[in-house]
T-cell receptor, first 111, second 114 residues
Framework: QKEVEQNSGPLSVPEGAIASLNCTYS??????FFWYRQYSGKSPELIMF????GDKEDGRFTAQLNKASQYVSLLIRDSQPSDSATYLC???????????FGTGTRLKVLA | GAGVSQTPSNKVTEKGKYVELRCDPI?????LYWYRQSLGQGPEFLIYFQGTGAADDSGLPNDRFFAVRPEGSVSTLKIQRTERGDSAVYLCASSTGYGSTEAFFGQGTRLTVV
């Protein structure tokens, strides 16, 4: 089992819709969770991080964390074509400084 | 500097040659990471520095790979006897290193071994 799992996609949503991206992780000791956006040929760019169970909102983005079920999700409201990218989930476990990444989910927002 | 800087942006080398990839982290960031990303994959951890020391090098694939950070700032990833399978984008990231802080990535070095 991979440490961090994401559906590779592509996930296609129409412009203006809500895009929902999911990530599961295997290590119950994981403490910090990060969502990065990566455009084709570019490096990952941090969108959000979340440490506590529940929701965290930042503009059109909402991160949701459920430690009991070991999943973290990212919702993108009012999706725009410019949101089309690969979204990487990263997890950091207590006691280490290593960020473990999933393979990413490719999102396509259709105009 | 304002962001993480990596040089060169592209490197083409012949199989068997030695290469060095450089990373200049965000000023004041004590933690520095090297990752490798192949097409269609997420970044794969290679090594983490806290200050000058390699706190975790568990991701280095074999002894052809080595990294240094002699003054706690700039880091160099060194690959000896390169193989075609080493072709990938090598990403460097830095963070403040304390607690659960986010890491910021450089633009990467695309290494192609021919």
């Amino acid at each position: 089992q991979k440490e961090v799992e994401q559906n590779s996609g592509p996930l296609s949503v129409p412009e203006g819709a809500i895009a929902s991206l999911n990530c599961t992780y295997s290590d119950r000791g994981s403490q910090s969770f990060f969502w990065y956006r990566q455009y084709s040929g570019k490096s990952p760019e941090l969108i959000m991080f979340i440490y506590s169970n529940g929701d965290k909102e930042d503009g059109r983005f909402t991160a949701q964390l459920n430690k009991a079920s070991q999943y973290v999700s990212l919702l993108i409201r009012d999706s725009q074509p410019s949101d089309s990218a690969t979204y990487l989930c990263a997890v950091k476990t207590s006691g280490t400084y290593k960020y473990i990444f999933g393979t990413g989910t490719r999102l396509k927002v259709l105009a | 500097g304002a962001g993480v800087s990596q040089t060169p942006s592209n490197k083409v080398t012949e199989k068997g040659k030695y290469v060095e990839l450089r990373c200049d982290p965000i000023s004041g960031h004590t933690a520095l990471y090297w990752y490798r990303q192949s097409l269609g994959q997420g970044p794969e951890f290679l090594i983490y520095f806290q200050g000058t020391g390699a706190a975790d090098d568990s991701g280095l694939p074999n002894d052809r790979f080595f990294a240094v950070r002699p003054e706690g700032s700039v880091s160099t990833l060194k690959i000896q006897r390169t193989e075609r399978g080493d072709s990938a984008v090598y990403l460097c990231a830095s963070s403040t290193g304390y607690g659960s802080t986010e890491a910021f990535f450089g633009q990467g070095t695309r290494l192609t071994v021919v």
